[in-house]
């Protein structure tokens, strides 16, 4: 039962942005965005390692997937900043807004059920919209010598997928907070434009608040995991933040629901 009613949520809410105009901007942004720096990055890469060996400076062993992949995910990074809160803030906002979350608080599905079944559906999304990334990829890394390290691509790939889910999870509890889809988005973007720089804070406050800050910095872990160094408390981390957000949600709508019973 809980299966299906998860299903369903997650159906609904994943071809909900195929029959979504604003959905289909972002998607056309998005692509638009990521393939530039592709190419650009790829083509300076290119140029930088041509002028190495025509100097007779380039090293006997070039991991340029590796090189790669670390500049273009830290511009992803920054898109992810722009994208994520586009895609969570409607999650519920929306819904307050039609006035349908009243019939989906008192539904018997429980929140958590709902909560979830939402995010897998914009995480769905998501993916979709990363599909033509991983085509270019795939031609551009089969005519690499060396072969790639496909550890370190899964590693990569897998690490963007993580921090997206959390940051997802969070933005879907700012907007069970409000009917505005545009309050949510900013919000949500705050949220994110915090977690990139607390790093950045950590260094600058006094203990034992920077070393907290450390622990907890969710970009940090994210840009380690591109780097393939894979790090149990990294995964434990992204966890964390992603039930965290599930939590708050169904926790957000319980007190919904509580208001209007």
């Given amino acids: 039962m809980i299966l299906t009613n998860l ?4 159906r609904k809410e994943f071809q909900g942005y195929f029959t979504s105009p604003f959905a289909y901007i972002i998607a056309a942004v998005f692509w638009l965005l990521s393939g530039f720096f592709f190419g650009a990055i790829l083509d300076q890469l290119l140029q930088t390692l041509s002028f190495l060996e025509q100097s007779g400076q380039l090293p006997q062993s070039v991991d340029v997937p590796s090189q790669f992949l670390e500049e273009f995910f830290g511009v992803l990074t920054s898109l992810l900043l722009v994208l994520l809160p586009a895609l969570s803030m409607g999650l519920y906002s929306e819904e307050k807004k039609r006035g349908t979350l009243e019939l989906l608080a008192t539904s ?3 929140n958590w059920v709902v909560a979830l079944g939402k995010l897998l559906g914009v995480v769905a999304f998501f993916v979709v ?20 390290n496909l550890q370190v691509i899964l590693l990569a790939h897998g ?11 969070l933005g879907m509890f700012i907007s069970s907070l409000t009917d505005s889809g545009i ?9 994110v434009l915090f977690l990139w720089i607390m790093d950045a804070i950590a260094n600058n406050v006094k203990e034992p608040f920077g070393t907290i800050l450390s622990h907890i910095s969710l970009f940090d872990r994210y840009t380690d995991l591109v780097k393939g160094v894979l790090d149990i ?3 434990v981390l992204f966890a964390s933040y992603i039930f965290l957000g599930i939590f708050l949600t169904a926790q957000s709508i319980e007190a919904f629901r509580f208001q209007r019973s």
């Fill in 108 to 110: 018997p599905v429980t």
């Fill in 183 to 191: 309050l949510a988005y900013i919000l949500t973007f705050v949220l």
């Fill in 129 to 148: 919209l990363m599909i033509p990334i991983w085509i270019y990829e795939i031609i551009i890394f089969s005519n690499t010598s060396p072969p790639v």
């Fill in 159 to 169: 690490s963007l997928i993580l921090i997206a889910t959390a940051i997802l999870s």
């Fill in 7 to 10: 299903t369903a949520i997650f």
């Fill in 233 to 235: 408390s990294s995964l």
